[in-house]
């Protein structure tokens, strides 16, 4: 199915990664960037990157997968979330697609996928963007009890992503609320964010790397962080600047959690010339 984001004909896709019907978005042509999702309640590849795939895709073949779990992408029963799980689903993914080598974009949750797949196979990927990645030195945060917290409705969904998410709450509207509030809820979306993150059958919260680990990994990164992030806090990035060998930083001012919603333009040019430039 065709649709447009901001402008772009971007297609709503469907193919088999590991066993499991995987729902994605794809835009553009040339080398290949997977963008990664976070793990917000309601969150999808859409959700989250609407505002940069139009300018990104001008670029770049961008695919956009919803992760196991999330977005439109079949939740097999017999599923046990944990990063391996998600790390795999990925893996499986560039393989449907045929896809040997790619940089990779991942936000929050997606930026941790991104490290463990450049410690998988350094091989496979070229260049990688971590925002508001969690990391050495990442501890539980108000923002993110809050987001584990979430039980749906309206009023919490507004709630969660005024006081956590943006800056400016007046980017907040009511359809970006109906939007996330929606998805937070359909076809066993909400069991399955309760069961990550709280059944201990899973291991959605194990998302630690030692220092060891991220000084081993030496794909070229661009970190990204809104200074007022609450949910992961900026001081995570800095931290893993002084670990990774070959990493540059860029923080953004008057920035939450959501930079690639909040400065999306200039997000996507960053983005956009740091991929492009060897």
């Known amino acids: 199915m065709t649709s447009a984001v901001a402008g772009i004909a971007t297609e709503a896709r469907t193919v088999e990664a590991g066993g499991i019907q995987t729902s994605y978005l794809e835009a553009g042509h040339g080398e290949p960037l997977v963008m990664l999702h976070g793990s917000g309640p309601g969150v999808s590849a859409l959700a989250n ?37 998600w790390t795999d689903h990925i893996w499986s993914f560039l393989d449907a697609l045929g896809i040997e080598t790619t940089a990779i974009v991942g936000n929050s949750l997606g930026g941790r996928i991104a490290l463990q797949m450049a410690t998988d196979r350094p091989d496979r990927i070229i260049k990688m963007v971590l ?10 945060t108000e923002g993110l009890a809050a987001l584990r917290a979430y039980e749906p409705s309206h009023g919490a969904m507004r709630d969660l992503l005024r006081n956590y998410f943006a ?17 937070s809820i359909a076809g066993g979306a909400y069991e ?16 630690g790397i030692s220092e060891a680990e991220v000084r081993a990994i030496a794909t070229p990164a661009l970190l990204v962080h809104g ?10 990035s800095v ?8 990493a540059d930083l860029h923080v953004f001012s008057a920035c939450g959690h959501w930079t690639q919603i909040e400065r999306a333009d200039e997000f996507s040019t960053l983005v956009g010339d740091y991929l492009a430039r060897r």
């Open 131 to 140: 925002m508001g990645a969690p990391g050495v030195g990442m501890t539980p």
């Open 192 to 207: 399955a964010y309760r069961a990550m993150f709280f059944d201990p059958r899973h291991a959605g919260s194990e998302l």
């Open 167 to 183: 800056v400016d709450p007046t980017m907040i509207t009511d359809d970006l609320v109906a939007i996330r509030y929606e998805a």
């Open 239 to 246: 931290t893993m600047l002084g670990l990774l060998p070959n």
């Open 49 to 85: 990157w609407q505002h940069n795939i139009g300018a990104l895709s001008q670029r770049f073949r961008v695919l956009a997968p919803d992760i196991v779990g999330f977005g439109a992408t079949h939740r097999p029963d017999d599923v046990v979330y944990s990063l391996r799980t």
């Open 227 to 236: 200074r007022e992030d609450k949910v992961v806090p900026m001081q995570v």
